[in-house]
């Protein structure tokens, strides 16, 4: 056990995993403040800057790699950003978008203005937009959270309401994104009494297309700040303050720890246990549910026995589109004539699927609001059911499907 004596108003920033028990004084992470008997827990893969509210013992039990390094405060930019965030508390803001790349300390950040607002007594939500690396939702899902408590991370925040994009490569639904996030934004501030709206954006921010997203964003929200982290990006968008938008522009703190992709995908996988693994798994009607997001559903439905006939194999079920049929067979077979199903059916494309490719395939369901994630466990293409393993308990008006696949471990396969 480490004891650690802080003076009145120093810094240390600690490196996870470890945990800070205060023995006397008090201490501030983030905006959140701990005192006497109370107790720390730092993540591995997290790292705090801890500021001395007053002289203060500390007992730190560190685990691996942890580690504590004193900060003066030109190396550490956690006074800046305090200051620049009281001059935003007392501004009377209603939208702030937060922007940077990645590990550039924008979740860190927002957690940091959410929980000053929150002690001024401001009715603040946080809008997480990266299907990434989602904290408040799972991944593929753009979440907004209602802040009732301050945290550390993001991770502790419960969805109040979740919104399927069904990838976590947001250059691929960069119109979705930003539609899904604005009708979010003005759902919270119109309908939920909430003051202001905190968008936690992703850190795609490196290249010209991604600045282009993160401008139409921009100027489909309409912010009343835009907070940026990181040098690289000063000056960027500074063009909006012409349209009245105040821009921050922060430094992003040295000694923050950079996450590995491996650890990245951990944490994906982390935050699909953490909504799928307690899950039950439940039967719906495919002809009583919306099925969007996959090709064998886009079509019109025609006759598995008459598709049979043609090419002599089993065929469970049989859809076609404007210019594709697309089948699921009964098993793999050899020698399907497609030119014949071309010319019997008047497409130009013919995709094929075996039964049981649909487990694992990672959903949403949706009552036309709110969506929630499940996980295929198969379609009885007999009984006409789908069974999903989900945590909703509404009879779901739409199963949307994405480009993901889980296995057991909750680790995702990219289905092209």
Not at 396 to 414: M, T, V
């Amino acid at each position: 056990m480490l004891k650690i004596e802080m003076p009145k108003n120093s810094i240390i920033r600690v490196f996870g995993p470890a945990l800070l028990s205060i023995v006397d004084g008090s201490i501030e992470v983030l905006g959140k403040k701990y005192g006497r008997g109370e107790k720390l827990v730092i993540h591995k893969i997290r790292s705090y800057p801890v500021i001395a509210l007053e002289n203060t013992v500390i007992e730190a039990n560190l685990g691996p790699e942890a580690s504590i390094q004193e900060v003066a405060g030109e190396e550490d930019p956690i006074l800046d950003w305090i200051n620049t965030i009281e001059n935003i508390v007392s501004s009377k803001y209603r939208k702030i978008v937060v922007l940077g790349p990645i590990d550039s300390g924008k979740s860190s950040l927002t957690i940091l203005l959410a929980n000053k607002l929150l002690e001024k007594g401001v009715k603040t939500a946080v809008v997480d937009s990266d299907v990434g690396q989602a904290d408040i939702g799972p991944p593929c899902f753009i979440s907004l959270s209602i802040y009732r408590e301050p945290v550390i991370w993001m991770r502790e925040l419960k969805p109040d309401i979740m919104k399927f994009i069904g990838d976590i490569r947001p250059q691929y639904y960069v119109d979705k994104i930003v539609y899904e996030v604005r009708n979010l934004v003005e759902y919270a501030l119109d309908k939920l009494g909430i003051e202001i709206v905190i968008i936690d954006t992703d850190g795609w921010i490196g290249d010209s297309y991604a600045v282009e997203y993160k401008s139409r964003l921009i100027e489909t929200i309409v912010p009343d700040a835009i907070i940026v982290l990181s040098k690289q990006l000063h000056g960027i968008f500074k063009k909006y303050e012409s349209l009245g938008i105040k821009v921050y522009e922060l430094e992003t703190p040295k000694q923050l720890r950079a996450r590995s992709r491996e650890e990245r995908r951990w944490l994906r996988s982390e935050q699909y246990r953490k909504f799928l693994e307690e899950a039950s798994v439940k039967r719906y009607s495919i002809d009583k549910i919306v099925l969007s997001g996959h090709p064998l559903f886009r079509g019109i439905e025609l006759s598995a026995g008459e598709v049979s006939k043609i090419i002599g194999h089993e065929v469970l079920y049989a859809s076609r589109n404007v210019d594709t049929l697309t089948l699921v067979l009964q098993s793999h077979t050899r020698g399907i004539q497609s030119d014949k199903l071309k010319e019997s059916f008047n497409v130009s494309r013919v995709r094929y699927y075996v039964a049981g490719f649909e487990k694992g395939l990672y959903v949403a369901l949706s009552d036309g609001e709110k969506d929630y994630p499940g996980i295929i466990v198969d379609i009885d293409y007999k009984s006409r059911t789908i069974a999903v393993k989900t945590l909703f308990n509404e009879v779901p008006k739409i199963i949307k499907f994405s480009r993901i696949r889980l296995n057991e471990n909750y680790l995702e396969q990219i289905i092209e």
